[in-house]
């Protein structure tokens, strides 16, 4: 008896009532403490400022602090304030929004923050409020005016500070990869959930037009069950990735607290200015690419495919064989050409490619059973599988808007707060993120391919063996 042809026509329909219904899902099988009520509000001494805790309107003044100013740090300073060096505007957007408070174990960076932040306060008439700096994060939570925090800190920092801000009632806009690993992850997860506050992962990425307008595709069925989906983020530097940053001569240990700096790491080296400056070449404090470039590249993807789970299995290899040849095998301890798999329970698969010694990327596609995404610069083009040809119609989108820009995702965290929506980069994309980068970092160093139970929030082999979930201690660089 031969196999009864399936009604593509009823088939499709089945699909899309499952698609719409896992839209509106959380994600799956994170299982969040119970949720806590909102802060009390409380009354703010700042005349132009809104109360922390209290629903903001559109005309609301946001007061900012900032938690790690170096490189990254000082860039979201610049923004969130709207400010260059010479206070001239560094973007055009209306963010309505006041740096109040810098902390950095630096005090070049405290002295530097400072200036700015009051440099705009008088230049731009806003206000007789004081601008205060800080070594110790806690001190500056204790501010009950302060609403956001944006943590531009080194990874092993990012879980700490999070939880501590939303604990004293601070929304929270933290630099990728969310945390160090994962266990610490689904800690800032859990806390989000309790809180209530809004959280914005730090992927400028996570807001640009087209993937949510792919996204829109998607749930409306257009390509059928996604299947596949791949992205990268190639670059090549001769001279070693993140060698580029300059090491500071002020940089001493009288001039900086390198024991807290160091924080949760287990093998604790004594003071080195390249490990400050250049941090992201040592596993002691990141994931390498895969925790920074990858990052950018996993995040706006998620999105993209609509995905609403966490991944079921990863596999990464890499290795840093270019880099030894002509930079050194010293020089550092992460990869320098990465690629990794993911599946996902619901059948999707993803590639993600990496690489700092090679800069032809792989295209952006994500491909469904009756139809295939392809992204441009600013676009989204739809075509049909050749068998859905009578059932898809090609379809085009150009020039979307926002591109990647930082201040438009500083504007989506801020809009969220005051409007009481979903932020872009919200904690459900984060934490798929951060599963994907843990289990890829965790399969390239064990040589394993990863499973993930989402239940009880562990790893294993393919045949069930328990695999440690890394963190600080686990390997010799941790």
């Given at each position: 008896?031969?196999?009864?042809?399936?009604?593509?026509?009823?088939?499709?329909?089945?699909?899309?009532?499952?698609?719409?219904l896992?839209a509106?899902?959380?994600?799956?099988?994170?299982?969040?403490?119970?949720?806590?009520?909102?802060?009390?509000?409380?009354?703010?001494?700042?005349?132009n400022?809104?109360a922390?805790?209290?629903v903001?309107?559109?005309?609301?003044?946001l007061?900012v602090g900032?938690?790690?100013v170096?490189?990254?740090?000082?860039?979201?300073?610049?923004?969130a304030t709207?400010?260059n060096g010479?206070?001239?505007p560094n973007?055009?957007?209306?963010?309505?929004?006041?740096?109040?408070a810098?902390?950095?174990?630096?005090?070049?960076?405290?002295e530097r923050v400072?200036s700015?932040?009051?440099?705009?306060?008088?230049?731009?008439?806003?206000?007789?409020y004081?601008v205060?700096?800080?070594k110790?994060?806690r001190?500056?939570l204790?501010?009950k005016?302060i609403?956001v925090i944006f943590i531009g800190?080194v990874d092993?920092?990012?879980?700490?500070?999070?939880?501590?801000?939303m604990?004293?009632?601070?929304?929270?806009y933290?630099?990728k990869?969310?945390?160090?690993?994962l266990g610490e992850?689904f800690?800032v997860?859990?806390?989000v959930?309790?809180?209530g506050m809004?959280f914005?992962?730090?992927?400028?990425?996570c807001s640009e037009?087209?993937?949510h307008?792919?996204?829109?595709?998607?749930?409306a069925?257009k390509?059928?069950p996604?299947t596949?989906?791949?992205?990268?983020?190639?670059?090549?530097?001769?001279?070693?990735?993140?060698?580029?940053?300059?090491?500071?001569?002020?940089?001493?240990?009288e001039t900086?607290?390198w024991e807290h700096?160091?924080g949760?790491v287990?093998?604790?080296?004594?003071?080195n200015?390249?490990?400050?400056?250049?941090?992201?070449?040592?596993?002691?404090?990141c994931?390498g690419?895969?925790g920074?470039l990858l990052?950018h590249?996993?995040h706006p993807?998620?999105?993209?495919?609509?995905?609403?789970e966490?991944?079921?299995?990863?596999?990464?290899?890499g290795?840093?064989?270019v880099?030894?040849m002509f930079?050194?095998?010293?020089?550092r301890s992460?990869?320098?050409?990465t690629?990794?798999l993911?599946e996902?329970?619901?059948?999707?698969?993803?590639?993600?490619?990496?690489?700092?010694v090679?800069?032809q990327g792989?295209?952006?596609v994500?491909r469904?059973?009756?139809?295939?995404?392809y992204f441009g610069?600013?676009s989204?083009?739809?075509?049909?599988?050749?068998?859905?040809a009578?059932l898809?119609?090609q379809?085009?989108?150009?020039?979307?808007?926002?591109g990647v820009?930082?201040?438009?995702?500083?504007?989506n965290?801020f809009?969220a707060?005051?409007?009481?929506?979903d932020?872009?980069g919200?904690?459900?994309?984060?934490?798929?993120?951060?599963?994907?980068?843990?289990m890829?970092?965790?399969?390239?160093?064990?040589g394993e391919?990863?499973?993930?139970d989402?239940?009880?929030r562990?790893?294993?082999?393919?045949?069930?063996?328990?695999i440690p979930?890394p963190?600080?201690?686990t390997?010799?660089?941790s």
């Amino acid at each position: 008896m031969k196999n009864k042809k399936l009604n593509t026509a009823d088939s499709r329909r089945s699909f899309l009532k499952k698609s719409a219904l896992a839209a509106g899902a959380v994600v799956a099988g994170v299982n969040a403490k119970d949720s806590k009520s909102s802060p009390a509000p409380r009354i703010n001494k700042f005349s132009n400022a809104p109360a922390p805790g209290t629903v903001l309107g559109a005309a609301d003044r946001l007061n900012v602090g900032f938690v790690g100013v170096g490189g990254q740090g000082f860039t979201h300073v610049r923004v969130a304030t709207n400010a260059n060096g010479d206070f001239e505007p560094n973007h055009n957007y209306d963010l309505n929004s006041v740096g109040v408070a810098g902390c950095d174990l630096y005090q070049g960076r405290r002295e530097r923050v400072h200036s700015h932040l009051d440099g705009v306060r008088q230049a731009r008439n806003l206000g007789g409020y004081q601008v205060k700096t800080y070594k110790d994060h806690r001190e500056m939570l204790d501010d009950k005016d302060i609403d956001v925090i944006f943590i531009g800190t080194v990874d092993h920092w990012h879980s700490t500070i999070a939880i501590d801000a939303m604990d004293a009632g601070k929304h929270v806009y933290c630099e990728k990869p969310m945390t160090r690993y994962l266990g610490e992850a689904f800690d800032v997860y859990d806390k989000v959930k309790e809180t209530g506050m809004k959280f914005q992962i730090g992927s400028q990425y996570c807001s640009e037009a087209k993937w949510h307008k792919a996204a829109e595709l998607v749930r409306a069925g257009k390509i059928g069950p996604a299947t596949f989906a791949q992205n990268s983020y190639m670059r090549n530097s001769p001279d070693g990735e993140w060698n580029y940053y300059q090491l500071d001569e002020g940089v001493t240990p009288e001039t900086m607290d390198w024991e807290h700096w160091l924080g949760k790491v287990s093998n604790r080296p004594s003071f080195n200015r390249e490990h400050y400056h250049r941090w992201r070449k040592y596993y002691r404090y990141c994931a390498g690419i895969m925790g920074d470039l990858l990052a950018h590249m996993i995040h706006p993807l998620i999105i993209a495919a609509d995905v609403h789970e966490l991944p079921k299995r990863v596999v990464a290899i890499g290795n840093k064989t270019v880099t030894d040849m002509f930079v050194g095998a010293d020089d550092r301890s992460v990869d320098d050409n990465t690629q990794l798999l993911v599946e996902f329970p619901s059948g999707l698969c993803m590639l993600i490619a990496g690489s700092t010694v090679n800069e032809q990327g792989i295209g952006q596609v994500i491909r469904g059973h009756e139809g295939t995404l392809y992204f441009g610069g600013g676009s989204v083009e739809l075509r049909p599988e050749r068998p859905f040809a009578d059932l898809v119609d090609q379809e085009s989108y150009e020039n979307l808007e926002p591109g990647v820009s930082i201040p438009a995702h500083v504007e989506n965290l801020f809009s969220a707060i005051r409007n009481d929506h979903d932020t872009n980069g919200n904690i459900d994309v984060a934490i798929i993120a951060q599963a994907i980068i843990s289990m890829a970092e965790t399969s390239n160093r064990f040589g394993e391919a990863v499973y993930l139970d989402k239940e009880t929030r562990t790893f294993h082999t393919g045949r069930g063996t328990v695999i440690p979930v890394p963190t600080y201690g686990t390997f010799d660089l941790s």
